[in-house]
């Protein structure tokens, strides 16, 4: 993942044993590298308030049940420009479907919370945090490189949300990317 510039801590929420170098780990375990273990289910992250220059959350937000409630404290912990950093398995990962992951996520998940994409606009009640995205990829599974994955991958990233009206489960996407930048 990028690296976020500027002061401010940076932080890895469910850094797990894979923690972004230079940040501050965080996960329920204690494990190689976490620094403060913490459950973060109920949206509480142990940091001040607009303190943080960057949130790292990699295939994390699919073991909450309220993933909202920790965006919200994303929020809240993040500097005024600051940037939050999302990996999180599309639905069509056959791997996402597992008694740890709790909630699942499409590519256009995360537009409700940006006041410019047309989710944003037509549900701008939905949430009083607001981010805007700043790059989104939707990542399909490159395991078999059959010619119509890389044809696949092209209008996944041209039309995601054609590709996964139409050819999500003949080609599935292994992961989302998101960064956004938190509007405060
Ligand atoms: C799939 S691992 C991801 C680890 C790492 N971020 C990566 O990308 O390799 C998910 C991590 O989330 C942590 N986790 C799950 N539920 C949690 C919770 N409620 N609070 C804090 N950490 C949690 C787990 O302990 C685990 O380390």
């Known amino acids: 993942m990028k690296s976020a510039a500027g002061p401010g801590v940076c932080v890895d929420l469910g850094c797990g044993k894979n923690k972004q170098p230079g940040c501050f780990g965080v996960d329920a375990v204690l494990l190689d590298g976490v620094d403060v273990v ?3 289910s109920r949206g509480n992250i142990p940091f001040r308030t607009s303190s943080v220059r960057g949130v790292y959350c990699s295939h994390f937000l699919e073991h ?11 929020h809240r912990v993040l500097v005024p ?15 996402g479907f597992n008694p740890a992951h709790r909630s ?9 919370y940006d006041p410019d994409t047309d989710l944003g606009k037509r549900f701008d009640y939905f949430s009083d945090e607001k981010f805007r995205i700043v790059n989104k990829e939707l990542r399909l599974f490159k395991t078999w490189k059959l ?22 489960f ?4 292994e992961e989302i990317y998101v960064e956004m930048e938190v509007l405060k």
């Open 147 to 168: 010619p119509y994955t890389y044809l696949l991958q092209w209008l996944a990233s041209w039309k995601p949300a054609a590709y996964e009206c139409h050819f999500a």
């Open 38 to 40: 913490g459950d973060l």
């Open 64 to 74: 909450l049940e309220d993933p909202g409630a920790l965006l919200k404290e994303i």
């Open 104 to 112: 699942f996520f499409g590519q256009n998940f995360f537009d409700i």
């Open 170 to 173: 003949l080609s599935p996407a």
């Open 81 to 95: 420009g600051g940037r939050l950093f999302l990996r999180v398995p599309h639905y069509s990962n056959y791997a």
